[in-house]
């Protein structure tokens, strides 16, 4: 049963995931992003576009795999001096994300592979993983190491030959790249504008909020952005992913 060729599994039917399933499919890749500000050019669901984008090619390039739905909303706090920003507690992620696992793990999958795509999911990925992995029978495939991510954005723009390099990121050059690569009509920019670009403490932004570092929300300088910089970003992330996913089957 199932004829649809679609690798999206909000977009299939059930008998075409069963069919996948039965045809060799066992790795079903799970972004999770964000509903949040991202300075007042871009859309609020910056992250989720990006978690899309990533599992979308992640399971292409694999082959043999599923992109689920992004996850969201995240763990905004920090941006709720913003207006539109949704958030939800750390254990509400979690057990979210435990509640996905949990799904695709009775459907028959055997590696769930979860990729936080904004800054504050990293932490609470990275806590939930290990007790899912130890109540489910799926291996639970982790790329949450947030400093290995900003480092794939960073070296994107500079293979992009943009020279320009942040601790941190956020609605920054590499963010609005990876959007006016996705959908360029989502980028306002006429409302581009230079953010903060001083010494920044990530602490002092999640116990005291973005708007204690920045009035606009943005985080360096978004004016920098090239779509050939943002397809440059997003296919070094999504080659370095599938290389440790490979590798994280291999073994298993």
Not at 52 to 75: S, V
Not at 113 to 133: R, S, Y
Not at 200 to 223: H, M, W
Request: with cysteine; net charge negative; charged share 25%.
């Amino acid at each position: 049963m199932g004829s649809r060729r679609s690798i999206l599994l909000a977009e299939m039917a059930w008998p075409d995931i069963e069919s996948a399933l039965e045809s060799g499919t066992r790795t079903v890749i799970v972004s999770v992003g964000s509903i949040e500000q991202h300075g007042p050019h871009l859309p609020l669901n910056m992250d989720t576009l990006d978690g899309d984008e990533l599992a979308r090619r992640i399971a292409e390039q694999l082959g043999d795999a599923l992109a689920a739905p992004t996850i969201r909303p995240g763990c905004s706090g920090h941006h709720m001096e913003f207006s539109g920003t949704i958030t939800v507690p750390p254990e509400t992620l979690m057990n979210m994300i435990r509640s996905y696992c949990r799904s695709l793990d009775d459907h028959g999958f055997e590696y769930i592979v979860l990729i936080p795509t904004h800054g504050g999911n990293f932490a609470p990925v990275k806590t939930v993983a290990p007790d899912i992995g130890r109540e489910i029978s799926a291996s639970v495939i982790t790329l949450a190491d947030l400093e290995e991510h900003m480092q794939l954005l960073n070296d994107g723009l500079i293979e992009a030959g943009i020279e320009y390099d942040q601790d941190v990121i956020h609605a920054g050059a590499a963010e609005t790249a990876i959007v006016l690569a996705i959908n360029d009509g989502l980028v306002q920019g006429e409302h581009c504008e230079q953010g903060y670009e001083g010494d920044l403490s990530p602490a002092r932004l999640l116990s005291e909020g973005f708007k204690s570092i920045t009035e606009n929300g943005v985080l360096g300088d978004p004016r920098k952005a090239t779509a050939e910089a943002g397809e440059r970003i997003i296919e070094k992330v999504t080659n370095e992913y599938v290389q440790h996913i490979r590798n994280e089957r291999e073994a298993t």
